[in-house]
């Protein structure tokens, strides 16, 4: 029987690359979307879902369990991107990301979806996606995160204004998203899968192991190096 799989984020981007590979695998695959409505180039079925809202989850999980009657992988991936800097960023931009950024949120999200499967007595695996690392995808993110304007005469015109075009750069340049979509599925396919799992370039993996083992100041000024500040 084949596998069912719940992507978050699933309309676009990484998401989208793997949920279409695991539906080319033969999954039976769920992507979800804030407004799946809106989504007309979908090759797998798209379910309604805000991880901000605690009955949004509940009623997504229940569709998927009514369709399909079974929630195998919860692959949480949602997030969105906000750049800029901290003075300048409307307060209201802050609040709308903070329930997607760092790990503690985006696996509350994951848990609390495999929680309510678990409510329904349906037994669920999550996959947690996240970003440590300097490096991106070749994804439509830049088009679709908050950017904060570039104020003329502000203090951060100069370097903001470098910082941003040297993002937008990295992911026009990124990695094929695929690469995620076929680290997942090897995953899946695992009978004992370890706890964290590196997918990137070998300097994106390699710049994991130099902020552990290096003093913060020195990481911190690699950082700055890398991103021209």
């Given at each position: 029987?084949?596998?069912?799989?719940?992507?978050?984020?699933?309309?676009?981007?990484?998401?989208?690359?793997?949920?279409?590979?695991?539906?080319?695998k033969?999954?039976?695959?769920?992507?979800?979307?804030?407004?799946?409505e809106?989504?007309?180039?979908?090759?797998?079925?798209?379910?309604?879902?805000?991880?901000?809202?605690?009955?949004?989850i509940?009623?997504?999980?229940?569709?998927?369990?009514?369709?399909?009657?079974?929630?195998?992988?919860?692959?949480?991936?949602?997030?969105?991107?906000i750049?800029?800097?901290?003075?300048?960023?409307?307060?209201?931009?802050?609040?709308n990301?903070?329930?997607?950024?760092?790990?503690?949120?985006?696996?509350?999200?994951?848990?609390?979806?495999?929680?309510?499967?678990?409510?329904?007595e349906?037994?669920?695996?999550?996959i947690?996606?996240?970003?440590?690392?300097?490096?991106?995808?070749?994804?439509?993110?830049?088009?679709?995160?908050?950017?904060?304007?570039?104020?003329?005469?502000?203090?951060?015109?100069?370097?903001?204004?470098?910082?941003?075009?040297?993002?937008?750069?990295?992911?026009?340049?990124?990695?094929?998203?695929?690469?995620?979509?076929?680290?997942?599925?090897?995953?899946i396919?695992?009978?004992?899968?370890k706890?964290?799992?590196k997918?990137?370039?070998?300097?994106?993996?390699?710049?994991?192991?130099?902020?552990?083992?290096l003093?913060?100041?020195?990481?911190?000024?690699?950082l700055?190096n890398?991103?021209?500040?």
């Open positions: 029987m084949s596998k069912v799989v719940l992507i978050t984020g699933g309309s676009s981007g990484i998401g989208k690359s793997i949920g279409e590979f695991l539906h080319q033969g999954f039976v695959v769920y992507g979800t979307s804030r407004n799946p809106k989504i007309t180039n979908s090759i797998f079925s798209l379910v309604a879902l805000d991880v901000r809202d605690k009955q949004s509940v009623n997504c999980v229940a569709e998927v369990i009514q369709k399909s009657g079974r929630l195998d992988i919860v692959i949480n991936n949602a997030g969105v991107g750049t800029g800097p901290i003075e300048e960023i409307p307060t209201e931009e802050i609040r990301n903070l329930p997607y950024r760092g790990i503690y949120s985006a696996s509350k999200g994951a848990l609390e979806l495999i929680t309510e499967a678990l409510r329904m349906v037994k669920s695996f999550g947690q996606i996240t970003n440590v690392a300097p490096g991106d995808f070749a994804t439509n993110i830049a088009a679709g995160r908050y950017h904060a304007p570039v104020v003329k005469g502000s203090a951060y015109e100069v370097p903001y204004g470098n910082t941003l075009k040297e993002m937008d750069s990295h992911v026009d340049s990124g990695s094929n998203p695929n690469e995620m979509a076929e680290a997942i599925f090897a995953i396919k695992t009978d004992k899968p706890v964290h799992y997918v990137g370039a070998f300097m994106q993996k390699f710049s994991i192991v130099l902020k552990r083992i003093p913060d100041t020195i990481y911190e000024k690699m700055m890398h991103y021209k500040l």
